[in-house]
């Protein structure tokens, strides 16, 4: 009998430790998920503005020079809210029979909401008859934010 009531007991205690262990358990994982929580939203500095890298360019007038090239004035608007640190606009004059030349240019330091005027030269074979100018692709780069459309 006194074997018994050992064993008794030491259940109870087991059972009894069991049951602290899972409050403990429990407490921990509260305790743990509390400081996820914490550490994920510690991140967040409340409300910002989403940062906007953007622009418009419009071909403001072009027109054949002596030499053969195409001489192209264009604007850049800067409509995002970022500064445009390095800009690459591309433009294309398309001929009338088909044909179709292509170059670049590129421009630093465009402020948010800052329009600029610029221009460049597209050279296009003596004797072709260019019939439109327009603006094919362009690629804006801030430096600060790494960022490049």
């Known amino acids: 009998m006194g074997k018994a009531n ?3 007991g030491s ?5 009894k430790n069991e049951r602290v262990f899972k409050k403990m358990k429990r407490k921990c994982f509260f305790v743990i998920l509390f400081l996820t929580l914490a550490i994920f939203l510690s991140g967040c ?3 910002t503005t989403p940062k906007k890298l953007d622009a418009e360019f419009t071909i403001t007038d072009w027109e054949i020079n002596s030499l053969g090239y195409v ?5 850049i608007k800067n409509t ?3 500064t445009i640190d390095y800009y690459e606009v591309y433009f294309k004059a398309a001929c009338n029979d ?3 030349y292509q170059d670049f240019d590129n421009g630093l330091n465009v402020k948010a909401g800052e329009e600029l ?4 030269y597209i050279l296009v074979p003596s004797g072709k008859n260019v019939v439109s100018v327009y603006v094919s692709d362009y690629d804006l780069i801030n430096y600060n934010y790494l960022w490049s459309y």
């Open 6 to 8: 050992k064993r008794k």
């Open 11 to 15: 259940l109870k205690r087991f059972l």
């Open 45 to 47: 500095g409340g409300v």
């Open 71 to 75: 001489e192209v004035y264009y604007t």
């Open 80 to 82: 995002g809210n970022i």
């Open 98 to 100: 088909g044909s179709i």
């Open 117 to 120: 005027s610029d221009y460049t």
